[in-house]
T-cell receptor
Framework: NAGVTQTPKFQVLKTGQSMTLQCAQD?????MYWYRQDPGMGLRLIYY???????DKGEVPNGYNVSRLNKREFSLRLESAAPSQTSVYFC??????????????FGDGTRLSIL | AQSVTQLDSHVSVSEGTPVLLRCNYS??????LFWYVQHPNKGLQLLLK??????LVKGINGFEAEFKKSETSFHLTKPSAHMSDAAEYFC????????????FGSGTRLLVRP
């Protein structure tokens, strides 16, 4: 019963390096999301994908790109990492099932440090 | 625009005493509201949700929340705290412009003293 799986769990990068964070869900959910969590700020939405084949910007998209590879997988890419992107990144998914405002299910996060 | 304010950044209670975590929201629509819990080094787990049915919502682990439209509040309560309740709690409102987007409060860290 995996739910939402994120890899890697931890990563240290140097400024300017690139990296892709991976996320997969096994709940047949249509919608997937990427958030970042910084101290005292709750979670902020980076990008989301309402359904396979679509992606949209969230609150803080600058410096990131995403790919909805298929229904299960949604990746987040940092093309040129900056220290301001040091954060904990969470992937989430939710079903539609004809009901609006479905709760989101979260992975355990990727802790990313950029030196 | 939607927003949510958690009134306390930290709450400390003794084991066996009641828990109250306060949340106010701002919404021009009938909102959907959620409480999530986050244990250390873990993702967020849904505690309960309100979606315009009963105003008193029961969740997991003995938590409940009451939607009060006149006060624009959605406070989380539990009659008796357990050590395992120590975690961070987030009040969340859905974005009326998109059923896919959630707006998170800044969180309340609950400390439970033995």
């Amino acid at each position: 019963n995996a739910g939402v799986t994120q890899t890697p769990k931890f990563q240290v990068l140097k400024t300017g390096q690139s990296m892709t964070l991976q996320c997969a869900q096994d709940m047949n959910h249509n919608s997937m999301y990427w958030y970042r969590q910084d101290p005292g700020m709750g979670l902020r939405l980076i990008y989301y994908s309402a359904s396979e084949g679509t992606t949209d910007k969230g609150e803080v998209p600058n410096g990131y790109n995403v790919s909805r590879l298929n229904k299960r997988e949604f990746s987040l890419r940092l093309e040129s990492a900056a220290p301001s992107q040091t954060s904990v990144y969470f992937c989430a998914s939710s079903g539609t099932g004809g009901e609006v405002n479905q709760p989101q299910h979260f992975g355990d996060g990727t802790r990313l440090s950029i030196l | 625009a939607q927003s949510v304010t958690q009134l306390d950044s930290h709450v400390s209670v003794s084991e066996g005493t009641p828990v109250l975590l306060r949340c106010n929201y701002s919404s021009s629509y009938s909102p959907s509201l959620f409480w999530y819990v986050q244990h250390p080094n873990k993702g967020l787990q849904l505690l309960l949700k309100y979606t315009s049915a009963a105003t008193l919502v029961k969740g997991i682990n003995g938590f409940e929340a009451e939607f009060k439209k006149s006060e624009t509040s959605f406070h989380l309560t539990k009659p008796s705290a357990h050590m395992s309740d120590a975690a961070e709690y987030f009040c969340v409102v859905s974005d009326a412009g998109s059923s896919y987007k959630l707006i998170f409060g800044s969180g309340t860290r609950l400390l439970v003293r033995p």
